[in-house]
């Protein structure tokens, strides 16, 4: 569509980290206003796809459909679909809030600040260049009881939509979305060569050096998804089919994980135990973990049932380097890899195979690895 074409150009020229980011996105055009009344992004596939209603574009003039596909990327910078599970309307209204106080809109009706200082009636301040959850949990704690949802008012100043993408992201769906967008935005910055305006360099350090979700609720969500249900056969549980004729089916769950330490000195004591902590207060006893101290050669392997087996003294404080202790848990078979420690590795690790969570007490610090999803503690 020649609208969209010239605009990618413009922002080429003026922008260059939305133009390539959009280059790894497919782009879709929508007649219909009911199926897609505006625009809207979808990360259902491995290539983002972002969707046009082809008559609100016509209708739109050059410089705010331009501030349409920024509000469109910013909602994959800013992480808002790996982080909201369900997208709602109040939810949608936040994430709007949060994006297009960096935009210049001009002629189209969206949500601002004061829409939603209206929306509750003043009944807190609300505080400008905030994220989307401090916008959602003001509209929750604050709506008016007999306003449970938001008013038309303000849903109609809602700038895109996405029923057409939203479904729940479940399991590993989560962790999947977000480091494909991490990939995209790593090499859409990479062709802008440095070329960013203030706002979005703001944007993206925010939202690089802070978790798009608490680290941990991922930390959590990735250990439960991880769990493999089982079954065995007893007499206690009806058959369903043959009734008492046959045992019946009772599931067990079973969950075999590799919890890998970086135990270089660079790692603090008390980063080290509040992850240790966080770690067995979510994992059941009756589950096995195997526990694998490593610097740049394994220290110690040990499987643990819970953190009262788990000995804080760290061995090793040499250099580092992470491939070890993931083949170890290769060799052990285990079902996911959470690996804790600072990024700062001498060696480049090989993919394992096996779906691994990389917790980092050093933010700002690269992903050592391609694979994987990374969280800042």
Same mark, same amino acid.
């Given at each position: 569509?020649?609208?969209?074409?010239?605009? *990618?150009y413009?922002?080429l020229?003026s922008?260059? =980290?939305?133009? #390539?980011?959009?280059?790894?996105?497919?782009?879709?055009?929508?007649a219909?206003?009911?199926?897609?009344p505006t625009?809207?992004?979808?990360?259902?596939?491995?290539?983002?796809v972002?969707y046009?209603?082809? +008559?609100?574009?016509?209708?739109?003039s @050059?410089?705010?459909?331009?501030? %349409?596909?920024?509000h469109?990327? /910013? #909602?994959?910078?800013?992480?808002?679909?790996?982080?909201?599970?369900?997208?709602?309307?109040i939810?949608?209204i936040?994430?709007?809030?949060?994006?297009?106080? /960096?935009?210049?809109?001009?002629?189209? +009706? #969206?949500?601002?600040?004061?829409?939603i200082?209206?929306?509750?009636?003043n009944?807190?301040p609300?505080n400008?260049?905030?994220t989307?959850?401090?916008?959602y949990?003001?509209l929750?704690?604050?709506?008016?009881?007999?306003?449970?949802?938001?008013?038309?008012? /303000?849903?109609?100043?809602?700038?895109? +939509?996405?029923?057409?993408?939203d479904?729940?992201?479940?399991?590993?769906?989560q =962790?999947?979305?977000q480091?494909?967008?991490?990939?995209?935005?790593d090499?859409?910055?990479?062709?802008?060569?440095? $070329?960013?305006?203030?706002?979005?360099? @703001?944007?993206?350090?925010?939202?690089?050096?802070?978790?798009?979700? &608490?680290?941990?609720?991922?930390?959590r969500? =990735?250990?439960s998804?991880?769990? *493999?249900?089982k079954?065995?056969?007893?007499?206690?549980?009806?058959?369903?089919?043959?009734?008492?004729?046959? &045992?019946?089916?009772?599931?067990?769950?079973?969950?075999?994980?590799?919890?890998?330490?970086?135990?270089?000195?660079?790692?603090?004591?008390?980063s080290?135990?509040?992850?240790?902590?966080?770690? =067995?207060?979510?994992? &059941?006893?009756?589950?096995?973990?195997?526990?694998?101290?490593?610097?740049?050669?394994?220290?110690?392997?040990?499987?643990?049932?819970?953190?009262n087996?788990?000995e804080? $003294?760290?061995?090793?404080?040499?250099?580092?380097?992470?491939?070890?202790?993931?083949?170890?848990?290769?060799?052990?078979?285990?079902?996911?890899?959470?690996?804790?420690?600072?990024?700062?590795?001498s060696? %480049?690790?090989?993919?394992?195979?096996?779906?691994?969570?990389?917790?980092?007490?050093?933010?700002?610090?690269?992903?050592?690895?391609?694979?994987?999803?990374?969280?800042n503690?």
């Amino acid at each position: 569509m020649i609208e969209i074409e010239e605009v *990618i150009y413009d922002l080429l020229q003026s922008e260059p =980290f939305y133009a #390539h980011f959009i280059s790894y996105c497919d782009l879709k055009y929508v007649a219909d206003k009911k199926q897609m009344p505006t625009a809207g992004i979808s990360f259902k596939t491995k290539r983002p796809v972002v969707y046009f209603n082809t +008559d609100f574009i016509k209708e739109t003039s @050059r410089h705010d459909r331009k501030q %349409v596909l920024k509000h469109e990327i /910013l #909602h994959a910078v800013m992480g808002h679909f790996s982080r909201f599970n369900k997208i709602e309307q109040i939810t949608n209204i936040a994430m709007d809030c949060a994006i297009n106080q /960096l935009l210049d809109i001009r002629n189209i +009706d #969206h949500v601002k600040v004061s829409d939603i200082s209206k929306a509750i009636k003043n009944a807190v301040p609300v505080n400008p260049l905030e994220t989307a959850e401090y916008y959602y949990d003001i509209l929750i704690k604050h709506l008016p009881k007999q306003d449970s949802q938001p008013s038309r008012e /303000l849903s109609d100043k809602v700038l895109d +939509d996405h029923d057409l993408s939203d479904k729940p992201l479940e399991g590993d769906e989560q =962790f999947e979305v977000q480091a494909n967008i991490e990939k995209i935005k790593d090499q859409a910055l990479k062709k802008a060569n440095g $070329k960013i305006s203030s706002d979005l360099s @703001r944007v993206l350090q925010r939202y690089a050096t802070t978790n798009t979700l &608490p680290w941990k609720s991922i930390l959590r969500n =990735f250990v439960s998804t991880r769990t *493999i249900s089982k079954t065995k056969n007893t007499r206690k549980k009806t058959h369903r089919r043959f009734e008492f004729e046959q &045992p019946g089916k009772k599931k067990q769950r079973k969950l075999n994980i590799g919890v890998c330490l970086d135990t270089s000195g660079s790692i603090s004591d008390e980063s080290y135990l509040k992850f240790i902590d966080e770690l =067995f207060s979510l994992i &059941p006893e009756s589950e096995t973990i195997n526990v694998i101290q490593a610097d740049c050669e394994i220290k110690e392997v040990k499987k643990v049932k819970s953190k009262n087996q788990i000995e804080y $003294k760290r061995t090793g404080h040499g250099g580092t380097a992470y491939d070890p202790a993931l083949k170890k848990c290769k060799e052990l078979k285990c079902d996911a890899i959470i690996y804790f420690g600072d990024m700062d590795t001498s060696d %480049v690790p090989e993919n394992p195979g096996i779906p691994v969570l990389w917790v980092n007490v050093n933010p700002g610090a690269p992903k050592p690895a391609e694979f994987g999803y990374m969280i800042n503690i």
